[in-house]
């Protein structure tokens, strides 16, 4: 019987293996990854044909490598890595200091993805590792809105228009406000009964990513929260840099 998604584990597994012979960053012909992988000519054409116009391979006359795009892929998978390992500790002693749920997050697109979550609270919340929120609805996504490169900041600014496909606007005072204190709030506008404290990860150049704490209304005190939040995201950024540090200077 067809699967009515067209999904198919073989067809993956496929792609995976075309794909996995330019892990040297090699170029190769159809019909070196034809020989290579054991794919009959016209399957490993198909596929290639279909990786190009994805944008995932490129093209050029008979030769085929992985395109810029996967490189950018793979550039910003490791960066992610970096700061989850850098920040993973701090945001274990962010939560036995708070006693509230602790996020890791980073803005992709119009939302904030979490990359790591520590705790549990009494109030279920709709965050999950990997998981996704409207970023302005978010304290961490205000953070991030806010420490961000100078268009993207206009675009959330300007948001409402007929060209902001459906973006929440965030007031420039409250952007100004978050950019001058390095810290973001919010309180019942993602989920009702939830409060939200969360500070940029980075420096006055670059923002690479937002820790926050979450927890109950009435649990989240702001004023002493964001000095924990603050002094969390200034320890993971030193853990990030000092990373980096060390993988430039192999």
């Given at each position: 019987?067809?699967?009515?998604?067209?999904?198919?584990p073989a067809v993956?597994?496929r792609?995976?293996?075309?794909?996995d012979?330019?892990?040297?960053?090699a170029?190769?012909?159809?019909?070196?990854?034809?020989g290579?992988t054991?794919?009959?000519r016209?399957?490993?054409?198909?596929?290639?044909?279909?990786?190009?116009?994805?944008?995932?391979?490129?093209?050029?006359?008979?030769?085929?490598?992985?395109?810029?795009?996967?490189?950018?892929?793979?550039a910003?998978?490791?960066?992610?890595d970096?700061?989850?390992r850098?920040?993973?500790?701090i945001?274990?002693?962010?939560?036995?200091?708070?006693g509230?749920?602790?996020?890791l997050?980073?803005?992709?697109?119009?939302?904030v993805?979490?990359?790591d979550?520590?705790?549990?609270?009494?109030i279920?919340?709709?965050?999950?590792?990997?998981?996704?929120?409207?970023?302005?609805?978010?304290a961490?996504?205000?953070?991030?809105?806010a420490h961000?490169?100078?268009d993207?900041?206009?675009?959330?600014a300007?948001?409402g228009?007929?060209a902001?496909?459906?973006?929440?606007?965030?007031?420039?005072?409250?952007?100004?406000?978050?950019?001058?204190?390095?810290?973001?709030?919010?309180?019942?506008?993602?989920?009702?009964?939830?409060?939200?404290v969360?500070?940029?990860?980075?420096?006055?150049r670059?923002?690479?990513?937002a820790?926050?704490?979450?927890?109950?209304v009435?649990?989240?005190d702001?004023?002493?929260?964001?000095i924990?939040?603050r002094?969390a995201?200034?320890?993971?950024?030193?853990?990030?840099?000092?990373?980096?540090?060390?993988?430039?200077?192999?």
């Amino acid at each position: 019987m067809k699967n009515s998604d067209d999904f198919s584990p073989a067809v993956i597994d496929r792609v995976a293996t075309l794909l996995d012979e330019f892990r040297d960053g090699a170029e190769l012909t159809l019909s070196q990854l034809s020989g290579r992988t054991g794919l009959p000519r016209s399957s490993a054409h198909r596929m290639l044909s279909r990786l190009v116009e994805l944008g995932w391979v490129s093209r050029r006359g008979r030769m085929y490598g992985l395109s810029r795009r996967m490189f950018e892929w793979g550039a910003l998978a490791q960066q992610h890595d970096r700061l989850h390992r850098a920040a993973h500790p701090i945001l274990h002693e962010l939560h036995e200091t708070s006693g509230l749920i602790v996020h890791l997050a980073v803005l992709d697109g119009n939302d904030v993805r979490y990359l790591d979550k520590v705790g549990f609270g009494r109030i279920a919340l709709p965050s999950r590792i990997g998981g996704r929120q409207p970023a302005a609805r978010t304290a961490l996504g205000k953070a991030l809105i806010a420490h961000a490169a100078a268009d993207r900041i206009a675009a959330y600014a300007a948001a409402g228009s007929p060209a902001s496909r459906g973006r929440q606007a965030l007031p420039r005072h409250e952007i100004a406000r978050i950019r001058q204190h390095r810290v973001a709030y919010e309180r019942e506008e993602c989920v009702a009964g939830v409060a939200c404290v969360a500070a940029p990860i980075g420096n006055s150049r670059t923002c690479v990513g937002a820790v926050s704490v979450t927890g109950p209304v009435g649990s989240v005190d702001f004023v002493p929260l964001a000095i924990s939040v603050r002094s969390a995201a200034h320890a993971i950024w030193r853990n990030h840099d000092e990373c980096d540090s060390a993988r430039r200077a192999v």
